[in-house]
Each structure stands twice: as structure tokens, then as C-alpha cells.
């Protein structure tokens, strides 16, 4: 199973192109600290990640550069040629889930992000009968 998640901070804006077909595509990389350094210097890995359709629009609105991202997804290498030739291959994070994670603050800008609305207004629930008293029906 090709299951990798990585929990990092995005080094730049997410960028959002469509693709011919008009289905949303956004990459971006994420910085992973390592979790030792010889020198004693933090030291990260940055990985390339794509996310695709609501999950490409997801992290276009609601990321920004400096944020905390978690990320689920598949590990692919993606193979390409350079303009000399070269063949080259990149390791992509092709991503299933991304969730916000952290203390919530921008660590370029030292300032706390605002909090988005995560509440569906009260319309759209239907209200739901509190259950009768009646356990006799019950198994136990």
C-alpha cells in the first residue's frame, strides 16, 4: 500500500491552474523538519505535493505560505526531460487528504492567522426527535 503523510510548513502560496479538461489543480511544497541534525541546525526535506479537484480549491483558499499543512497521500515519481535532454525523476505527493494542524500561527509573519468558519448555519440541519424513554425493546 502507497500510503505517505508527511506534517510541515508550506514554503510558498499554493498555485491554482485548471487543466484543459477545466478540473482544478493546485501544488505546492511543504517543508518537514528533520527530527535531528548533526550540527545541531535544524535541517528539513521539502516535498512536492498536487492535489487535485475540491482538494486542489480547498488548499487554495484556505492555505497560505508559512501555514502548518498536514498531508495523506501517494508517493509517485514523476518522470520528465530537461531542455539539455536529461532525464529526470521527481518524487510528488499526489494528495487524498490535507488538514490544518499547529498552533495556527504564521511562522514568516509571527502573526496569528485568522481562524476560518468551520459552522454551517442552523438552517441547513434538520432537527432531529429526541428518542423516547422506551428501553423495554432492548436486548440487555
Do not use: H, W
Not at 479538461?21 to 518537514?32: D, F, I, P
Not at 535531528?36 to 487554495?60: C, H, I, L, N, W
Request: aromatic share 10%; proline share 6%.
Amino acid at each position: 500500500m502507497n500510503n505517505f503523510c508527511i506534517t510541515g510548513r508550506l514554503t510558498a502560496d499554493p498555485v491554482l491552474r485548471m487543466t484543459q479538461a477545466g478540473k482544478a489543480v493546485t501544488s505546492y511544497r511543504v517543508a518537514v523538519n528533520r527530527s535531528y541534525s548533526r550540527e545541531g541546525d535544524p535541517t528539513a526535506d521539502f516535498f512536492q505535493v498536487t492535489a487535485f479537484g475540491k482538494a486542489a480549491e480547498f488548499v487554495k483558499r484556505y492555505f497560505t505560505k508559512g501555514q502548518m499543512i498536514a498531508v495523506s497521500g501517494e508517493l509517485r515519481l514523476d518522470e520528465y526531460t530537461t531542455q539539455s535532454g536529461e532525464k529526470r525523476m521527481q518524487p510528488t505527493i499526489y494528495a487524498n487528504t490535507q488538514d490544518f494542524c499547529g498552533d495556527g500561527k504564521n511562522k514568516q509573519t509571527g502573526t496569528q492567522q485568522a481562524s476560518k468558519p468551520t459552522s454551517v448555519p442552523a438552517d441547513e440541519f434538520m432537527p432531529v426527535d429526541a428518542p423516547a424513554d422506551d428501553d423495554d425493546d432492548l436486548p440487555f
